[in-house]
């Protein structure tokens, strides 16, 4: 089996980079995704999902010194699943 996934969106802050205890540079970034359509009736509607991203080694300096907030990204990579093999998932504490 394989897995891939291509997300296509905005990034919504600078990225950040740190090192592993072995020296490895990891970098984080959130990515915004966009959905707009037409209901039924007539009115807008509007869905922003978004994907935090790690990069790891060369990919992550480079990562690092070219991406900044707001910039258009096409990232693809794979899920990384949870304990039941389902993929991760936030809700804040307001739901």
Avoid: H
């Avoid at 905005?10 to 995704?33: C, H, I, K, W």
């Avoid at 690092?64 to 949870?82: F, H, I, M, T, W």
Wanted: with cysteine; charged share 30%.
């Amino acid at each position: 089996m394989y897995q891939k996934i291509i997300i296509v969106g905005n990034l919504g802050r600078d990225p950040e980079m740190r090192y592993t205890q072995d020296g490895t540079p990891v970098t984080s970034f959130s990515v915004a995704t966009n959905r707009k359509w037409k209901r039924p009736d007539g009115s807008q509607g509007e869905e922003t999902v978004w994907f935090r991203v790690s990069a790891w080694r060369r990919l992550a300096e480079t990562c690092n010194e070219y991406l900044q907030k707001g910039r258009l990204v096409l990232v693809e990579g794979r899920l990384q699943p949870d304990e039941r093999g389902n993929p991760r998932t936030f809700t804040r504490n307001d739901g």
